[in-house]
């Protein structure tokens, strides 16, 4: 059995997504085909990731090879990117241990709290 809530949020989901498409769908089919007056791409791209005096194909691979690389690569920015994203991995792991700690001590009450009321039974019944 659904929750009403549920039923309501599906409900105006879908009545979103209908606005939208009748909103949205008469301008895309009525503009057709883009027209063709964009200039050309360029023959080469120039890149400072990559030297131009080296070969683009010798550069490419899982390892950065000697000669290939750039003082555009990584820097700080990368780095606070990477440390934040370990550090967000670690609240996280904290959380979900700490939820199932709290959860297995309700339930290992509960479990001690049933083994009493077993144990009384026995001594008074």
Sequence with gaps: MQ??????VGTFLVSIAFA?????????LASGAPADDTP???SDTVTEFY??????????????????GSDARGGWGQNVVFVLLFAGLGII??????????NRTIIDGEID?????TADQRRNG
Aim: hydrophobic fraction near 35%; aromatic fraction near 4%; glycine fraction near 10%.
């Design 113 to 117: 709290g049933r083994a009493d009321d």
């Design 3 to 8: 929750r009403r809530g549920t039923v309501r």
């Design 40 to 42: 050309p791409a360029p």
């Design 93 to 102: 792991l904290w959380r979900v241990s700490r939820g199932i700690r709290a």
């Design 51 to 68: 030297p131009e005096s080296a070969n683009l194909s010798d550069c490419v691979g899982l390892v950065e090879k000697p000669g290939c």
């Design 20 to 28: 939208l498409t009748v909103i949205f769908a008469p301008t895309t």
